[in-house]
């Protein structure tokens, strides 16, 4: 049933697309493309078969499609079946992080593009991107092809439909809101600042769209008793400006507040190592912290020589005795350079 869905909503999309191409490109001609694409995509997830390599035969009323989908970024990292595309027309996004949507009109179904990780969870992998991306798709026809192109709205404005370019549409909030409410990232602020131990696991930076070499990094850092989802507004805002969404991206640190601040800059500088390692290639970036974000930032930027350790126990690290285990963690924590990765620093509220 999925299969022949898929075939119905091709029909349509391209009937919709003729009419745009010859010169119809009034609100309701796009509208209907567009509901045409999102229900094409949905049928393709429904459906359980790949697109993505050498295509597939979809049967229809006017003949069978050779259907086949690519990513328009070509991107060696990109593997299409792990993920799974959602289109956002199905819901709705408000409340107090989303008091205004950011949207852009235009062609195209825009989708919430997710990993699709076996077992469910999330992975914690910097080469893959574990959260809800922002995408927009849209299907073209010659004969009886029919290629669904996958842009990334976050850096793309166009696109075409034979041979003649168009406005993307984009839809940059509705991902963000279905990432906040199927991680279920704000339950873990409170639980996380009284049993840090519990949440060993869920320290970790998170990028939030797809690397992009030629876009400088931002580093939100949360603060006490929060999470990641106190960015959300400003995330949203962020995206719903063209300049900034072009010439940034953004990543999330999460981390248990109930860890001494000290300790938990270690595991940032760990993460900010993988990164580096990762992706060797990234711009000089932005560290923005909120309150004891801040805290943590500020050691970012420092040297400490040993003076935390010797106001601490008295006296040198050569002279402090101490097990091996906790002495290693003790010098990670106390002792420390400032890293060179950053260009600027933003403060929000840190004592």
Known sequence: KSLRDLGAHLDDARQ???RIVS???????????????ARAVEAMEASGLDPWG?????????????FKGSFLTKNSEIRPASY????????????YY???????????APLAVVSDHPGGGIKHDLGESSVYGTATAVISFEGNNARLTIHESLKEDTATLKGRKYPLAADYSTPIALMVHNTKVESLGFARLIHPDRYAA?????????????RIPIIFVHGLDSTPGTWTPLLNALRGDPELRKKYQTWVFSYPSGYPYPYTAT???????RMNKTFPDHKPMVLVGHSMGGNISRLMLTDSGDAIWRSYFGKPPGRTHLPGRHRAELEDALIFRHRTEFDRTIFISTP
């Open 16 to 18: 919709y697309e003729a």
């Open 23 to 37: 010169g119809d490109q009034s609100q309701e001609t796009i509208a209907a493309y567009n509901y045409s694409v």
């Open 54 to 66: 050498s295509g597939i035969e979809v049967p229809a009323a006017n003949g069978n499609y050779q």
């Open 84 to 95: 799974r595309a959602i289109p956002t027309d199905r819901f709705l996004a408000g409340g």
């Open 98 to 108: 989303f008091k205004q949507l950011k949207t852009q009109p235009g062609i195209g």
């Open 202 to 214: 869920t320290a970790r930076m998170t990028r939030l769209q797809i690397y992009d070499r030629e």
């Open 267 to 273: 595991l940032l500088r760990k993460e900010l190592d």
